[in-house]
Every structure is written in structure tokens, then in C-alpha cells.
């Protein structure tokens, strides 16, 4: 069963979907650039079975508020306001492409609120070529000022993330997409490399790994997530 849950942070509304045993561990799942908590529906029923699956809509895209203000820092800041608000002290966080850079800003900066930490096909933050943006035709489920103003920063991230990487302390799963992804695998290798936990897992099935083959995604990142069963709930 699905429950579908408000936040208030900082002021703004975050939709957030929620499954699995509330005594068991808390897991929270971050969407790429674009999607919302619904990306996930073909992988959360394995995780579910074992945590407590927390399937956040970043704000500007789905239900949750596109109040005009968009940074990848403010995701940052809107998912630790998250945690916060749901009463979870630490967590396993899983982030796809865009939602990954928000999960490693946040074990950047808070360490200590993220034990496990998977990184799906996520770039490295390094400069990269610009591409132009064209809006797409009719009704979106997301800003698209939010877009722009995301996608600028991943094109030029900040010159510190590269270096903080070094402050992540979680066990770190990177999952790249191979040679089919659009991101430079390359740069997903130095980013496994670099954080200090870090290992690097291939999956060559493109940048959409859970959704091209859930089952690899699952069969990767459960015995991750297992490998210390011993580990409290980590509730406020």
C-alpha cells in the first residue's frame, strides 16, 4: 500500500510517497531531472518489503510546489528539511541523475544523516559542453523554469562539489549506465573514485537503469543496502 503524504518545509509543499513496514528502515528515493516519485513505482515494491520507502517530488516537479525559486542547493536543502519533517535522523538514500547530485550535496554537507548512500548514473561535477534547451509541447508535469535554471548548474556545477566529495562518508554504490548513457561514463568512474567509500557498478542498459532492467537495479542494490542487517532504525 501507497500512502501519499504533504510536507511543509521552508515554506513550500512536498509531495511524498511512502510504503513499507513503518518500523523498518528509512529509505529515500530521488528522481531525475524532469520525473517525480511515480519514476519509481517498478522498483519500490522490492524495497518496500524490507524499508521505509520515502519517494520524494523535488519541488517544481509533480505535486509538489514550483514556487519559482529553483537550485540544485535549495533541493538539497528541501530534502534534509524532509527528513526532518518525517522525523528520520539518518537514512539509505538512492538518487537517479539530477536527484543524484542532490543526494551527494546532501552527504557533502550532512554526513551524518545518510548510512548508505546509490548513486544512479549520476555526472561527475565537472564543466561540460552546454546544450541549447527546447521546451516540449503541451502540459508539464514539472517547471520548466526549473529546468533551465537545473540544468545550468549541472553544465557548470560549483568547483567545491568536486573537491567535497572527499566529505561523503556513506558506504557508496555507483551505478553507471554504460556506453548508451548520455552522461560520460568516465566521469561516473572518477565520481566512484572519488568519494572516499565509493565503489563503481556497471549496468549497460543506458542512463535509465531502473527502468530499462528493474530487475538488475534491484538484484544490484538490494545486497548493498542488506550488507549490514545489524544497523538500527535510525528514527529521531
Not at 529515500?28 to 517498478?42: E, F
Not at 557498478?201 to 537503469?209: A, K, T, W
Request: one cysteine or more; a negative charge.
Amino acid at each position: 500500500m501507497v500512502d501519499h503524504h504533504t510536507l511543509h518545509v521552508g515554506g513550500i509543499r512536498l509531495a511524498c510517497q511512502v510504503s513499507g513496514p513503518p518500523e523498518a528502515r528509512p529509505l529515500v528515493l530521488l528522481h531525475a531531472l524532469g520525473k517525480d516519485s511515480t519514476d519509481w513505482d517498478t522498483v519500490t515494491p522490492a524495497f518496500a518489503r524490507d524499508w521505509r520507502v520515502h519517494a520524494l517530488n523535488l519541488r517544481g516537479h509533480g505535486r509538489s510546489d514550483w514556487p519559482g525559486a529553483y537550485s540544485l542547493e535549495l533541493m538539497r536543502d528541501d530534502v534534509l528539511g524532509s527528513l526532518d519533517a518525517l522525523g528520520l535522523a539518518t537514512v539509505d538514500l538512492i538518487g537517479h541523475s539530477m536527484g543524484g547530485i542532490v543526494a551527494y550535496l546532501l552527504a557533502q554537507e550532512h554526513p551524518q544523516r545518510v548510512d548508505r548512500l546509490v548513486l544512479e548514473d549520476v555526472p561527475l561535477p565537472r564543466p561540460r559542453e552546454r546544450t541549447s534547451l527546447t521546451r516540449p509541447e503541451g502540459e508539464l508535469n514539472f517547471d520548466w523554469e526549473m529546468v533551465v535554471a537545473v540544468k545550468a548548474q549541472i553544465d557548470t556545477p560549483d568547483p567545491a562539489w568536486l573537491g567535497w566529495l572527499d566529505e561523503v562518508t556513506a558506504e557508496t554504490l555507483v551505478v553507471a549506465g554504460g556506453p548508451q548513457s548520455h552522461v560520460a561514463q568516465d566521469g561516473v568512474a572518477e565520481l566512484a573514485s572519488r568519494i572516499p567509500r565509493g565503489r563503481l557498478s556497471v549496468v549497460p542498459v543506458g542512463h535509465l537503469i531502473h527502468e530499462a532492467d528493474p530487475q538488475a537495479f534491484v538484484d544490484l542494490t538490494l545486497p548493498f543496502l542488506r550488507a549490514d542487517s545489524s544497523r538500527p532504525k535510525s528514527r529521531m
